[in-house]
């Protein structure tokens, strides 16, 4: 099947814990993204990388670091775990057009949970 | 000021009614504009885009787009109780793709 894919699905932790989210796409796409859904369902850009490159950095606390070591899989680790990062993380993937419009097709979600 | 703004709702419309969800967003330069679609528990799809003023028609979903007015609607003719999701409204902007969301506008199609 074609999609992007990720992997915790849910992912309960303890504060002060490290834990990674891996995040694939097979479409082919140039550009992956992560978002956070809070608790409202506000969907919140995190961060965007192009063909491995990181090009949108929005105000995240640097506890949160994307890699991307390829194309197709941009993963996110978190370090330090606190309260306020318990939410739903989603990865997307879009291809970069200069005319038309790029979608983006969202991953399943990774439902992190603090405690 | 929030880059796009929709009704967080809910909003409730009969089976068979036409259902409107608006979104408003700030950016004049923003070029390209999404609806998705999200049930509860699951990962936004997307239902239409749009990117020229006017209307777009997709079954039975219509995207409008007023630039001047920095406006894009979605109208959902016959609404079914299977619509019942919330509504993410998303645009992009002139920066490299930097895609802002709204809160999302709940609607309940009611049998």
């Known amino acids: 099947d074609t999609a992007v894919s990720q992997t915790p699905k849910y992912l309960v932790t303890q504060m002060g814990n490290d834990k990674s989210i891996k995040c694939e796409q097979n479409?082919?796409?140039?550009?992956m993204y992560w978002y956070k859904q809070d608790s409202k369902k506000f969907l919140k850009i995190m961060f965007s990388?192009?063909?491995?490159?990181?090009?949108i950095n929005e105000t995240v606390p640097n506890r949160f670091s994307p890699k991307s070591p390829d194309k197709a899989h941009l993963n996110l680790h978190i370090n330090s775990l606190e309260l306020g990062d318990s939410a739903v993380y989603f990865c997307?993937?879009?291809?970069?057009?200069?005319?038309?419009?790029?979608?983006?097709?969202f991953g399943p979600g990774t439902r992190l949970t603090v405690l | 000021q929030k880059e796009v703004e929709q009704n967080s709702g809910p909003l409730s419309v009969p089976e068979g009614a036409i259902a409107s969800l608006n979104c408003t967003y700030s950016?004049?330069?923003?070029?390209?504009f999404f609806w998705y679609r999200q049930y509860s528990g699951k990962s936004p799809e997307l239902i239409m885009f749009?990117?020229?003023?006017g209307d777009k028609e997709d079954g039975r979903f219509t995207a409008q787009l007023n630039k001047a007015s920095q406006y894009v609607s979605l109208l959902i003719r016959d609404s079914q109780p299977s619509d019942s999701a919330t509504y993410l409204c998303?645009?992009?902007?002139?920066?490299?793709?930097?895609?802002?969301f709204g809160s999302g506008t709940k609607l309940n199609v009611k049998p």
């Open positions: 997307a993937s879009s291809q970069e057009r200069l005319i038309t419009p790029n979608e983006q097709f």
């Open positions: 479409l082919g796409h140039d550009t």
């Open positions: 990388y192009n063909n491995k490159e990181l090009i």
């Open positions: 950016d004049r330069g923003s070029q390209s």
């Open positions: 749009i990117y020229s003023n």
């Open positions: 998303a645009v992009k902007t002139k920066n490299f793709n930097k895609f802002y």
